[in-house]
């Protein structure tokens, strides 16, 4: 049974002989002292428990924001070097900072971004034929690194890296926060030891290389990037602006990275788990005009079933050579792909419609949300309602009222 501690308030008797003998004064410092007995102690359980108070002006409430420190952010540039792989990343970091910065004119710079080279010069030639002048070399850093990036390239596909860069990579690896690679940068990272037992991807060309020369790491070949602990990967080219905008968003939220997608005009923000492979583009690469225009008439009608008959009659073939032809030329059946650009379909349409899952699910063929559902884990592995979430570009109430506005 609980016991409560009761504290009688004075009674106007009381009141009237505490004004007598001490003066108003005395009367309210009584009265304020027992307010506080009671305010200190309370039951629970029978037990007295302490409440601690905030008082307006106290420390608590004075104090002032956190300011968000300088991330240093390295990346590494070998001769022969993939442009994109280096310069994407670096130009995602630095308009990051440059947003947040004129947001945030008082704090100090989210990131210094920096290129190191693996050689004795300051300066690298890309495999483009571009001179870049790094901010060093390797063997003059110091000081702490946060995040470490490997950009891939000729020099590291043709394991013309020096041991000495190796073992930088491997001491280095040891004191930063993060570290990963970008494209065949991988294949230096593997060099070193550092996905010996992780789960690894890199540009699917040399995804069968990567597992046959470092069979201790799991390759796998899909995915845009991968994160396993501190160490990160990601596939081939644009896919290493994917993992940069991913790290930011780590660091400061989905709100700066959906800011630094729109400023830098990327289309899309790809999960990590997104497949490498865009099942539109693949149908452009054929050689058949027939198959190239089917994809158009496909993408119209995702909402009819889109059985191998049905697509047949679409380019004058029997259901039977048209399924042989198909698979030759595209390397996957006919299902298959259909399924590839349902999911691409309804990816578009969960980031930037508000569509219900039934609707969407409905539009893009699925038939219901479980299927839609089903497909999303074994394809992209995350749910519908995850990747809306989580990669969408605005607030429903955002852009109701955009909408609102633009109808009025």
Known sequence: ??????????????????????????????????????????????????????????????????????????????????????????????????????EN???????????????????????????IAAHDTFRRVRGEIDTLLIAGGSAIENDEIGVEVVEWIRKVARRVRRIGSVCTGALLLARAGLIDGRKATTHWNWCALLARKYPRADVDPNPIFIRDENVYTSAGVTAGMDLALALVEEDHGSRLALQVARNLVLYLRRPGGQSQFSAALALQLTDRKPLRE?????????????????????????????????????????????ERLRVEAARRRLEESLNSMETIAEECGFGNVNSMRNVFQRTLRITPGHYRRHFRSMRPAQRRTKAKARSA
């Open 105 to 131: 004119p008082r704090s100090a710079p989210i990131y210094s971004v920096e290129v190191i080279t693996t050689s004795r010069q300051r300066s690298v030639v890309t495999n483009g034929g571009l001179r």
């Open 1 to 102: 049974m609980n016991s409560f501690r009761f504290f009688r308030l004075p009674s106007p008797l009381y009141l009237r002989e505490r004004r007598t003998r001490n003066g108003s004064e005395g009367m309210v410092r009584c009265y304020e002292e027992r307010i506080k007995v009671r305010s200190r102690a309370t039951t629970r359980r029978g037990k007295y428990v302490k409440r601690k108070h905030r008082q307006s002006g106290s420390d608590f409430n004075n104090k002032e924001p956190v300011q968000p420190r300088t991330r240093r952010v390295m990346l590494i540039a070998a001769p022969g070097t993939e442009i994109l792989d280096l310069v994407g990343p670096f130009q995602v970091f630095a308009r990051a900072a440059e947003m947040f910065s004129r």
């Open 294 to 338: 089917l994809e158009s008439w496909v993408l119209d009608n995702l909402s009819k079933p889109l059985n191998v008959p049905m697509l047949a009659e679409r380019v004058a073939m029997s259901p039977r050579n048209f399924a042989r032809v198909f698979t030759q030329e595209m390397k996957t059946t006919p299902a298959k792909f259909v």
